[in-house]
């Protein structure tokens, strides 16, 4: 990789080095969110900044943009070292953030919040000028006419908020512009635009970090990529060229699998337990569009994926805390519509949220009462009806490891680890049917993560369903028996533990942008030609199911959406293996695969179509051209 | 052994991180300057001069502290209590005695549900939709009795306020049950703690199931009723019920809940509290008139007292890393 990197850059590789980041270490309380990372960033490159959820990326970025202070580690930017520690003074040097959640005051107008950062200087403004400047970058960005500057930031887009969020960037004349994630909200024609900007950018000369989860992007705009697991920097400035997707999951992911949880649970053999909740096609926009998923009655499902992909909004949406626009819950087979969360909690749900700070601890009760909330909202009567749940709570007290002696304490007082179960505590009091946790072991030292997993399996050997959200693939791995993988908003896979390891479940849930508008190119194909379509990821040996439509029940390619196959164990190995342009038959199928590529020519994966042999087969020129026409720009 | 003393220090040090017990403490200290000032404070006559004058003001400030408690505040009630005494006033013109109450103390509920459904099912600021109401309150007080007092109130109202009931005033023992009942209402049942929890935090209140709409909506309700009840006290020792009635008893209330330690942001406070709270503005106001204190200075010194109480309070929170 060095070596094709000299050729590339033959002559003063260094010269162009706008920013370098060695030995790099930060740590917030106890956790060490940056170890040893490096980057090097130059001068005209787009680099993509890479990594799994919590691998540091958000981290270093802020430190660069002086947003946080590092604890150890040097960071030259333009041959000088970055000793600035105040997000003003590295606007000044240039360096501009473009975030996810848009930084904007949304009651201010456009031309306001792109020169925001000029009102903290002193002297006056000059509106005029500030108007022909602001025209001019827009310009320069291909969207003079695009956006009112008169116009409230609150009435535009996401898509024209990133837009103001760049122009900002290019007013203060940023030579180093971050965009962390910038894609999320947008659609795919939005990001392609998105793209013609970086890619402008990139020609004027200025530097550019790309920070995203989405490798289709990543492959379709960097130059090169920096990758980073547990804090430290993994691949250091490779080009994107050398990679593949799998590469670059495996540096994501890392070797050392499977070490800390050696036991996979045992599937539950014989009998299937009866479903306890099941969730057809939930809806909640914007963060939650289709998902489905049920749980079994002594079951732990994990609810895999990354952060943002609306996993948590689900869970509020089931829960009753969010508005819900479709889709059917049961339990145990009742249709239950819970507008609000003592509805679901009368039907025998149970939330362990996210945020215990602001979700779920009481800071003024006591642990006690805390510990008896719940009970609280589902009791009855006019006093508080704790006599009716003392023995309960004394075993649950044992049981869960709590200090008795503790219980007129406040709850802050106690550790992150204590604090969860006493949240676990005030749920399983009321004996729940279902009970969902959202990220249980985030901020809960790794002792009490032992015990929370222990209890996690008590609670479902007691008949409990259980469904655990989370993060860390680590942990759904060694947890779960069954694991539904979300990403942008709906559920795409669902599968057993035994079939799945961290790589492809990271490249399960790492978003697509076009998955819905190649879904429905699918159903369209099956809808003219007949057969089976899919959309898959294919490596050497092996094939990913991304997505699949059937028009007729007769023909099985043996591949499962969301699954991962060897190639011999489908039904259509040999069509896999060739991927020529042309129909290939065997066993009575004949399957055309194609490539499909973005209109900038980035890997979007494979078109496939199988229909019977002995029918008319049609033109592969013909899907190859609406293939094409797919990814022309709209 | 030690231990006999490290108990009592212990007991000491608990006692004295409890709010309650440093107010308390502050009352004491200021029924003692008082008493050294002016030899007639501590005679029986301005004790029972005192509790009568903590009677309408102690009545307002329990249905403050609920609204408090949920991290709401009620400016209407001085205009409220004006204008259901003004109601009371003309009800008492053509029915009996008891009608005529229920009818003032439902309007004043009534008020009540009106601001409360527009802060917690609306989401209104509570400051903002107090001070509306607390206008319109005092508009119609006036428009209800024509600018002019009501003082053909009939005598029997005075049994109100002047029978007693082995040897205490009504209206002490009023004001002693209600804090009793508030008090058990706070700690003993699920309505109580719910709006402790409501106050304290409402998104965790709500995801345990707890019904935050009607807990949030509740305490407006009383407050607006409790503040007819002391106008129909009030109106019965003066036999006269004045659109000016309550003026600024918003202020003495809400400073009666924070002396006694509430927070302004909910989930904090006792009722307790509140009364000690009461007391000590009373007792400021009887010591500054029994020293002949000029009136126009009096506003000063209340209002420096309240302040120096918080500050002090806030320092020792501060030493103690709260």
Known sequence: MNVSNLTIQPQSAASNVVLEARDVAKSFGKTRALVDARLELRTGEVHGLLGANGAGKSTLSRIITCHVKRDAGEITYRGAPLETNSTRDALRLGIALVAQETTLAPDMSVLENIFLPELGRPGRLSFNALRRRASEILGRLGHEHALPLDMEVRRLSAAQRQLVEIAKALALDANLVIFDEPTASLSPSEVERLFDIMARLRDDGRALIFVSHRLEEVFAITDRVTIMREGRTVANAVPTTSLTQSDIVRHMVGQELNTVYSHAPAAVAGVVAPVVLEVKNLSAPPAVRDISFSVHRGEILGLGGLVGAGRSEAAEAIFGLRPRKGGVIKIEGREINPTKPADAVKA????????????????????????????????????????????????????????????????????????????????????????????????????????????????????VAVAVISSDFEELLGLCERIVVISDGTSIADLPTTMLDEEKLTLLAAPRTSTARNTEFLRKLTADFGGTAFWALLEENGVICLSQTSATTDIDTGLRPGEARELEATRIPSALRQRAPSFVTEAGYATLLLPMRSRRGSDLGWIGLTLPADGSLPSPDIIAARIAALNAID | MSTNTSTAKNFFSGLTRRLEIRMLGLAVAIAICLSILSPYFLTANNIFNLLDQSVVIGIVAVGMTLVILTGGIDLSVGSVAG????????????????????????????????????????????????????????????????????????????????????????????????????????????????????????????????????????????????????????????????????????????????????????????????????????????????????????????????????????????????
């Open chain 1, 348 to 463: 025998g749900i149970g939330l362990v949220a996210e945020d215990r700070r602001v979700q779920s601890i009481v800071p003024d009760l006591t642990v006690r009462e805390n510990l008896l909330l719940a009970h609280i909202g589902a009791h009855r009567g006019f006093g508080l009806g704790y006599a009716q749940r003392e023995k309960k709570l004394a075993a649950l007290i044992k049981s869960l490891d709590l200090p008795a002696d503790r219980l007129d304490a406040n709850l802050l007082t106690f550790s992150g680890g204590m604090q969860q179960k006493v949240v676990m505590a005030r749920w399983l009091l009321l004996e729940p049917k279902v009970l969902i946790l959202d990220e249980p072991t985030k901020g809960v030292d790794i002792g009490t993560r032992a015990s929370i997993y222990g209890i996690l399996r008590e609670i479902a050997a007691l008949g």
């Open chain 2, 83 to 322: 204008m259901t005494g003004i109601v009371l006033g003309l009800a008492l013109q053509q029915f009996p005695i008891p009608v005529a109450i229920l009818f003032a103390v439902l309007t004043g509920a009534g008020v009540g549900l009106v601001s409360g459904i527009l802060t917690a099912y609306f989401g209104l600021a509570a400051f903002v939709v107090t001070l509306g109401v607390m206008a319109i309150a005092r508009s119609l007080a006036y428009i209800f009795s024509g600018q002019t007092a009501i003082s053909n109130i009939p005598e029997a109202m005075s049994n109100i306020v002047y029978t007693d009931v082995f040897g205490i005033p009504s209206n002490v023992l009023f004001l002693v049950l209600l804090y009793a009942v508030a008090w058990a209402y706070l700690t003993y049942t699920k309505g109580g703690r719910t709006i402790y929890a409501v106050g304290s935090n409402k998104e965790a209140a709500r995801a345990a199931g707890l019904n935050v709409l009607f807990y949030s909506i509740l305490p407006y309700v009383l407050s607006g009723a409790l503040a007819a009840v002391a106008v129909t006290f009030s109106i019965a020792q003066l036999l006269s019920a004045d659109p000016l009635g309550g003026n600024q008893m918003e202020l003495d209330a809400i400073a009666a809940v924070v002396i006694g330690g509430a927070s302004l942001f909910g989930g904090r406070g006792s009722i307790i509290g509140t009364l000690i709270g009461v007391f000590i503005m009373v007792m400021i106001r009887n010591g500054l008139n029994l020293l002949g204190v000029s009136p126009f200075w009096q506003g000063s010194a209340i209002g420096s007292i309240i302040i120096i109480a918080l500050l002090v309070e806030r320092l020792v929170n501060w030493r103690s890393g709260r």
